[in-house]
């Protein structure tokens, strides 16, 4: 059953009219009267919540059938394994010695040496280090060297980062942003990222990435869109080049912009493509799962644009794509059918790209704008960039040890 269609929300006004009709009709019979007053009303009370509900429902595509809104059309299991976390302090964003980088010896400083960011560089005693084999999750801050924000920021680093064999290889990165008012706890705790990055990666469906997932929102309870508001926010200007810059700084990562990409769901999904489209020497590819392709304002946002309407253009991909000075691009695009509007867009989007680019659009025949349906959709979203980014030309991968990375020189 289609609950998202007007005719649900239509039967069920008109089912709650008739439970108001009812209880009016039967309100003086003598049988019961108190209990069956209290029981009309107190039911009559759930059909109005229940029909304003559907009704949202219907214009935001939250939850398209009835198995999708009892989660039993949730995604497919995470692998249950232990990633071991380490918690930094922040990273330097100019560290005398990038604090993974033991002379290329593989296991870095975090794992065996307090904390990443101290210089000089001096010696401490050994301790039992974070346990590698299904990557190693930082959880740290980075402050930006332009903006001065010091946010939260989770740096997943895979199994293969550790091994001998690849001490001197270059990895490619995934920046991931989040919906609102999603933070980097929910990548971790909903969707349980990291363990599914670790499955992924050791089944060999993933070639190993540096995954990075930073707070995007510098003014607490209040939707950046990931971009730099006049006068306000600075949020284009934190992930699309302060969180980069401090990452290359202190990971082992692929040359930019071929062997970095971003990824993100809802909002999230908006942000990645702008980003990628906005800063073309970071990024190479971007994936959205049920993201939108035009600037928008509303209560959580606030006046982002103050009037600039060519500000707002600027960040619209509908219209940046179609800018012919822009280098080809890789975009991966995801949407539930149930999504109505969103499936649409993200059709319209792909037909604006050139010949030039990659863009792959995957429609999920059921499922709406929530985390069953985006649960769904990630394994292949990260399959997808994944390949993309470890065949792009400057971030190739290949060796014995695993079918990623890229050598030091």
Known sequence: MDIT?????????????????????????????????????????????????????AQMYFYSTLSD????????????????????????????VPFSDDNGNGLPLMVTKPPLTDQPRTRHPRRPGADPKHGVLVNTTIQ???????????????????????????????QLTSGFPGTPDTWLRRMKVHQMLSGLMESGRMPPAIVVIAAQNPIAGRDSECVDAPGGARA????GQDVPDAIAA???????????????????GFCSVNLALRHPDRYTAAASLSGYFKAITDVTTGDLYRGDDALRRANSPLHTIDDTRRPPVRMYLFAAKGEGKTAREAREFARKLRPTDTVKVQIEPSGGHNFGT??????A?????????????????????????????
Not at 71 to 77: E, Q, R, S, V
Not at 252 to 260: E, F, L, S, V
Request: with cysteine; hydrophobic share 45%.
């Open 374 to 379: 985006w649960a769904r959709g990630l394994p």
């Open 236 to 239: 284009d200007t934190y992930l």
């Open 69 to 96: 809104l009892m989660h039993i059309a949730d995604g497919p299991p995470v692998p249950d394994v232990p990633v071991s976390t380490v918690k930094v302090k922040h990273l330097d964003p100019r560290p005398a």
């Open 144 to 174: 930006g060297t332009r903006t001065g924000y010091r946010l939260d920021t989770f740096v997943y680093l895979p199994a293969a980062y550790f091994t001998p064999d690849n001490a001197r290889t270059r990895f490619p990165v995934i």
């Open 381 to 409: 979203a990260f399959e997808w960039l994944g390949r993309e980014l470890a065949s792009a030309p400057g971030g190739e991968v290949g060796g014995p040890a695993f079918a990623g990375g890229r050598p030091l020189h």
């Open 5 to 57: 269609s007007m005719w649900f929300v239509i039967g069920m006004a008109v089912a709650t009219a008739g439970t108001a009709f009812a209880t009016i009709w039967f309100w003086n019979r003598p049988t019961l009267q108190r209990t069956r007053r209290i029981c009309t009303l107190l039911f009559t009370q759930l059909m109005v919540t229940f029909t304003i509900l559907a009704a949202v429902n």
């Open 250 to 268: 202190n990971f082992r990562t692929a040359p930019a912009p071929a062997g970095w990409g971003l990824l993100g769901y809802s909002t999230g």
